[in-house]
DNA sequence: CCCGCAGTCGACAACAGTTCTCACATGCTC
DNA sequence: GAGCATGTGAGAACTGTTGTCGACTGCGGG
């Protein structure tokens, strides 16, 4: 039986107020700098579970971190600045169908996939242009 | 200045021979099981180098243990067998132009993108499906 | 050839992220 | 409230990976 503990409720609210993605670790950083009590352990089963409910969605850096972000419930991908690591929810069927036909033509069941896209936005690229102008 | 070592030839040869992805760890295994001494900071680095050469392909697992392979030069992705790790290359134009038009839309430059399709093949499908009849 | 030395090796320590342990605390049901 | 399954958290343990540093070696120049 799951149970409503202050942990998970403040876990959860974390994820409401904060935009794009965050890891474990900045979370409980976070939340003891706000003057919450919790333990690393306790946020990583929180973000896990939350995970598991679909509430949060996770990729992982280049680095192997796993971070997290609250999450639209339709079936989407994220466009992601290097830089900044600001992210947008893209949505794309051709690619959907694609991936799933190509697995059927492999002979492959039960067909997931992970897609992101890498890329520098607009204001990084600005600013990168002026600062790297000679 | 590169060097050619016993080591690195080594390394690049295991990957020869073997099909698939594989962690540095398990080459490293592999090496000192078949009498090969080399330490695993050496397999680190020599699988560093292939990737940077643009001779192995690396993927990172759920689990964000990285894995290597070695791939053709052409750019694809990656069908991947859950059960049994199979692998097959797979190539989509269509996907391609997607990624690139979307974060266009969105202002970014400099675009790449990450796409993995996962599933269970059809001889794990098969061997499943008998095990699991009651 | 062999010298010299930058590049490389490898045992080991250090690190980072994550999970485990277990004594203790606390929601929930009755 | 009592009982107890469930959750908590400090710290240890684990995993994959990278850094350290003295020893070693490929290789271009002498
Ligand atoms: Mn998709
Ligand atoms: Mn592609
Ligand atoms: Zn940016
Ligand atoms: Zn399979």
Redesign the pocket.
């Known amino acids: ?8 409720t403040a876990v959860n609210a974390v994820f409401e107020e904060l935009e794009g993605f965050h ?3 900045e979370v409980h950083a976070r939340m003891r700098a706000a003057g919450d ?10 973000v ?2 939350l995970v598991d409910d679909g509430e949060l969605d996770s990729i ?1 850096t280049d ?5 997290y972000r609250r999450c639209s419930t339709r079936h989407h991908h994220h466009l992601v600045c290097r830089a900044c690591g600001r992210t947008e929810e893209v949505e794309g069927p051709a690619v959907e169908r694609w991936a799933d036909r190509v697995a059927g033509e492999h002979g492959f069941v039960d067909v997931t996939h992970t897609l992101e896209i890498f890329g520098t936005c607009a204001a990084c690229h600005r600013a990168g242009a002026t600062t790297e102008t000679p």
């Open positions: 039986m799951i149970r409503n503990t202050r942990q998970r890891s474990a670790q009590s919790i333990g690393l352990s306790t946020v990583y089963r929180a896990q579970a992982r680095a192997g971190e796993a971070i």
